[in-house]
């Protein structure tokens, strides 16, 4: 393990209600799997809809080595809340973590990875509201997000970007054979850091019908495929590869 390559693992805490499991519980499981194999891990937590309800999750997973960052407050994309209500949701949402982790939160990542040319002005944002990295930039072009040629956003922002990997995690993590993300990730690791991010959601079923749930229709599509095998080879991720927060 010592020899593995080093990996960032992000887990955004979004509103999900598994399937046959609480919150609660499907929460413990991964963090069990985590303490298991020694890997700390970033959360980024929507505070209207998880901290604000949870607390006592939020302190316990921070007591368990995990970096607590910030996911806004309302699984808004930028562009639909605008400069003064985004510094509203975010500087609220960050006081909220703060005084139940007792710690400054340090990351934001933006909800559906809604960074881009046109919302580039939420990184000054997020500079006068004391955050030191942003990663909410998604590298490539894609239906429901990212940015082609991302390279000067990250070049010119005003706070360390760090963007998710182009495979990263997700829909990718469940769709993809687990013998090419693994190839993947290692290949990456040669060049990189890779940052790879998930949900819960990745890993349990959902108890709402897919049409009931806010998301894009291709998120919705895609919501079940993958499930029966992807907690398992999320160990397997964990076995290989050093998991460290950002």
């Known amino acids: 393990m010592d020899n593995s390559p080093k990996v960032i693992l992000t887990f955004d805490l979004e509103l999900f209600e598994p399937k046959e499991k609480t919150f609660q519980q499907a929460l413990e499981i991964v963090?069990?799997?985590?303490?298991?194999?020694?890997?700390?891990?970033?959360?980024?937590?929507?505070?209207?809809?998880?901290?604000?309800?949870?607390?006592?999750?939020?302190?316990?997973?921070?007591?368990?080595?995990?970096?607590?960052?910030?996911?806004?407050?309302?699984?808004?994309?930028?562009?639909?809340?605008?400069?003064?209500?985004?510094r509203k949701e975010v500087s609220q949402a960050?006081?909220?973590?703060?005084?139940?982790?007792?710690?400054?939160?340090?990351?934001?990542?933006?909800?559906?990875?809604?960074?881009?040319?046109?919302?580039?002005?939420?990184?000054?944002?997020l500079k006068e509201l004391g955050f030191q990295y942003d990663s909410s930039l998604f590298p490539v072009r894609t239906p429901l997000y990212g940015v082609w040629r991302p390279k000067a956003i990250i070049e010119k922002a005003p706070i360390k970007e760090v963007p998710v990997s182009v495979f990263g995690g997700g829909i990718y993590f469940r769709v993809l054979p687990f013998w090419l993300f693994k190839w993947l990730v290692k290949r990456s690791s040669k060049k990189q850091i890779p940052v790879l991010?998930?949900?819960?959601?990745?890993?349990?079923?959902?108890?709402?019908?897919?049409?009931?749930?806010?998301?894009?229709?291709?998120?919705?599509?895609?919501?079940?495929?993958?499930?029966?095998?992807?907690?398992?080879?999320f160990e397997k991720l964990l076995q290989l590869f050093q998991m460290t927060g950002v």
Request: charged share 20%.
């Open 94 to 125: 960050k006081t909220l973590l703060e005084q139940i982790t007792n710690r400054p939160v340090l990351g934001f990542r933006a909800p559906y990875f809604s960074l881009n040319k046109k919302t580039f002005w939420a990184l000054d944002i």
């Open 197 to 233: 991010f998930f949900h819960l959601q990745d890993f349990f079923a959902s108890s709402r019908a897919r049409a009931d749930l806010k998301e894009p229709w291709l998120v919705r599509a895609f919501s079940r495929v993958g499930l029966k095998t992807s907690l398992k080879n």
């Open 31 to 86: 963090l069990s799997l985590l303490q298991k194999h020694s890997a700390r891990a970033t959360f980024f937590v929507l505070s209207g809809e998880i901290a604000e309800k949870y607390p006592d999750l939020i302190k316990a997973i921070a007591s368990q080595g995990h970096q607590i960052a910030c996911h806004g407050w309302s699984h808004q994309p930028i562009n639909q809340l605008g400069p003064e209500l985004f």
